[in-house]
């Protein structure tokens, strides 16, 4: 009977977690070896509680980010803090884990359908599908099942339902936050894009610094807070309120000036 298990979405939980431990083996490299994943502030994770969290972070690729987390929430979980040497912390994986992600996304063939299997809640996306703008009403069933995912343990999310930087977050996010009151982790993460292509599968470049800093919860008033000072909240947190976007420009500016001034003394 034990074999045979299933979560609260109907998942045999034996096949999931062989399906962490294969992923996870197979991507290890990909954050551990081609590229070298900074992580900073996972002595957060091994202090939670088991379940109602909620993690919040940007979004640069489909795929990449998110199996980032699954290393990184599960070497934490092993003892390992900041760092995800030694891949034998996948062996008994968190096994209530769960990732928001459009359900056409994930769809999209075999290997999509397989990574949703090891945790997606996925949900129809109320303004674009297929790559063309529309506009319709969220389905009950997508908050029920996110719900039973917090109720059940930790969920993922990517507010501004995009992987380009600096979209506005969307207000369902908020919504389930004042309805259910989970602890939220900021995450913010950097290199994904420059190291993957846009699915995070294929490896565009090698060498790439990928920074990963969970941040403490999030300080939310529950029954006072109004949505829109949720959703400021989530662009600062995970900064990507208009503001930081002036800081980066400058930060570029300044990287370009000194690359500038060094091909010059090459010269």
């Known amino acids: 009977m034990g074999l045979f298990k299933r979560n609260p979405f109907g998942h045999i939980v034996f096949f999931k977690k062989w399906l ?7 991507t290890h490299r990909r954050y551990r070896g081609f590229n070298e994943l900074q992580i900073e502030g996972s002595d ?3 202090n939670l509680q088991d379940n109602n969290v909620l993690f919040v ?32 912390y996948l062996w008994q994986p968190k096994m209530n884990l769960y990732y928001v992600a459009a359900k056409e996304t994930m769809r999209a063939g075999l290997l999509a359908r397989l990574l949703a299997y090891a ?28 719900a039973t995912a917090l109720e059940d343990g930790w969920v993922i999310t990517f507010p501004q339902g995009t992987t380009k930087p600096f979209k506005p977050i969307r207000k369902g996010t908020a919504h389930i936050i004042r309805k259910y009151k989970p602890v939220v982790i900021p995450i913010v993460i950097d290199g994904f894009r420059r190291s993957f292509d846009k699915k995070g599968i294929r490896i565009k470049k090698r060498g790439i610094l990928q920074s990963f800093v969970i941040k403490e919860p999030l300080d939310i008033d529950y029954d006072n807070d109004s949505i829109d000072s949720i959703v400021e909240k989530l662009e600062y947190a995970i ?6 976007l002036k800081v980066i420009s400058k930060k570029e500016l300044e990287a370009e000036e000194e690359l500038n001034k060094a091909r010059k003394w090459e010269y």
């Open 20 to 26: 962490i431990r294969i992923f996870g083996a197979i």
């Open 44 to 46: 957060i994770i091994k």
């Open 57 to 88: 972070s940007n979004h640069q690729t489909y795929f990449a980010d998110v199996v980032a987390m699954f290393h990184v929430f599960n070497a934490s979980l092993s003892g390992r803090v900041d760092s995800i040497k030694n891949i034998g």
């Open 119 to 146: 945790g997606a809640i996925t949900v129809e996306r109320t303004w674009r599908e297929k790559g063309k703008d529309v506009n319709r009403q969220v389905k009950m069933s997508d908050i029920t099942n996110i």
């Open 239 to 244: 900064e990507q309120h208009p503001s930081f």
